[in-house]
């Protein structure tokens, strides 16, 4: 099984940007589609976005043109640039296999957006 380790997470205010890394500890990583996942205090944890092998992608409505997900298979390393953060953005960031996680979950990385 491929070990994900999130990171780049923290405190920035409403409207600033951070950019998310998950990290792998194996190359077939870069043959798998990778998601981006994050838990709300007191909510499920939910997809924000994800990315296929070959780099498609598709955005839903509520982080269009404000995140973007990419990747480095190289580096084996998925990126998530979010831009004009939100409040209600803040959560424990992880990233799994798409389209159906793995039951293992890293450490997340926090995501703290204050107003």
């Known amino acids: 099984q491929v070990q994900l380790v999130e990171s780049g997470g923290g405190l920035v205010q409403a409207g600033g940007s951070l950019r998310l890394s998950c990290g792998a500890s194996?190359?077939?990583?870069?043959?798998?589609?990778i998601g981006w996942y994050r838990q709300a205090p007191g909510k499920q944890r939910e997809l924000v976005e994800g990315i296929t092998s070959g780099g498609s992608t598709n955005y839903p409505d509520s982080v269009k043109g404000r995140f973007t997900i990419s990747r480095d298979n190289a580096k084996n390393t998925i990126y998530l640039k979010m831009n004009s953060l939100k409040h209600g953005a803040t959560a424990v960031y992880y990233c799994?296999?798409?389209?159906?996680?793995?039951?293992?979950w890293g450490q997340g990385t926090q995501v703290t957006v204050s107003s």
């Open positions: 799994n296999n798409l389209p159906v996680p793995w039951g293992s």
């Open positions: 194996r190359s077939v990583f870069s043959f798998i589609a």
